[in-house]
């Protein structure tokens, strides 16, 4: 389909963009890694140190779930041939709303709108994703 759309000057353009993009993701994600586990360290130290207050290592647990949930939308990009599933950002979007409600839990106004939006990207996912692909989802994660 693209060589009937764009001359052969344009392809090569596309693909070295394409090659530039994945370069830069592969360094994004060393570096993501070299967060992730500078954040697990800081976690160890927290529970080895002694430290009780309940609010900052959940807030560093959060920190660390969402560089391992960036870490898994890069890997999701080279496994599904160069492309984001919109169902995988709404999972990302739903998990990452649900923890930030269970860390900042100071205004329950904030967390009631957030709820909404979670509810809403829920209904999102159930709308854009057939049935059957959901149960396929669900088996897979259960095993």
Avoid at 41 to 65: E, P, Q, R, S
Avoid at 122 to 128: D, E, N, Q
Wanted: charged share 15%.
């Amino acid at each position: 389909m693209l060589e009937i759309i764009l001359p052969e000057k344009w392809k090569t353009i596309s693909n070295g963009l394409q090659k530039l993009l994945n370069l830069s993701l592969v360094l994004l994600g060393g570096m993501l890694v070299f967060f992730l586990f500078r954040e697990l360290i800081y976690i160890f130290m927290d529970a080895c140190t002694g430290n009780h207050n309940v609010h900052d290592i959940l807030g560093k647990v959060l920190v660390f779930f969402l560089y391992f949930a960036f870490i898994s939308m890069i890997v999701t990009y080279f496994s599904e041939s160069h492309h984001f599933p919109l169902s995988y950002l709404l999972y990302i979007g739903i998990t990452a709303g649900v923890r930030y409600i269970i860390v900042n839990n100071a205004n329950p106004l904030g967390n009631f709108w957030l709820s909404i939006v979670i509810l809403l990207l829920v209904i999102s996912y159930i709308m854009l994703t057939p049935k059957d692909k959901r149960l396929k989802d669900t088996r897979r994660r259960i095993q």
